[in-house]
């Protein structure tokens, strides 16, 4: 933006990759926590600035109940299911588009979950 401030989005796992701002003296700082490449992303378990889910937390022994049906989840974290199982949406390669204005940028971030995928 006009003040400097630049944002870097990953459509792997839709992960904010960076936030750079300045500071009341005009100093620009990394103000996110994250992986210097996609590599150590994959290689940390960590969800630095990634969409969580399908699911954000944990499922009890991978159980639960869908329209009065129970629903069998992967158990990725122990005996639960962790931030939507072994493939999350953390890990999906996101479709991207952009829009701008004269005053404003979007970028807008799409994946489609199959049904069933994960449990």
Not at 85 to 101: A, H, L, Q, R
Not at 103 to 116: A, K, V
Request: net charge negative; charged share 20%; hydrophobic share 30%.
């Amino acid at each position: 933006n006009n003040h400097g401030m630049k944002v870097i989005i990953l459509d792997r796992g839709a992960m904010i990759h960076s936030i750079r701002v300045p500071d009341r003296q005009g100093r620009m700082g990394e103000v996110t926590l994250g992986c210097n490449s996609v590599e150590a992303y994959e290689k940390s378990g960590a969800y630095f600035g990634a969409i969580t889910g399908r699911y954000a937390n944990r499922i009890a022994r991978g159980q639960m109940t869908v329209a009065g049906e129970p629903v069998e989840l992967v158990c990725n974290n122990g005996g639960n299911h962790l931030h939507g199982g072994n493939s999350g949406f953390d890990d999906k390669v996101w479709k991207t588009g952009f829009s701008y204005s004269e005053d404003c940028c979007t970028l807008t971030l799409t994946y489609t979950s199959q049904n069933g995928e994960e449990g």
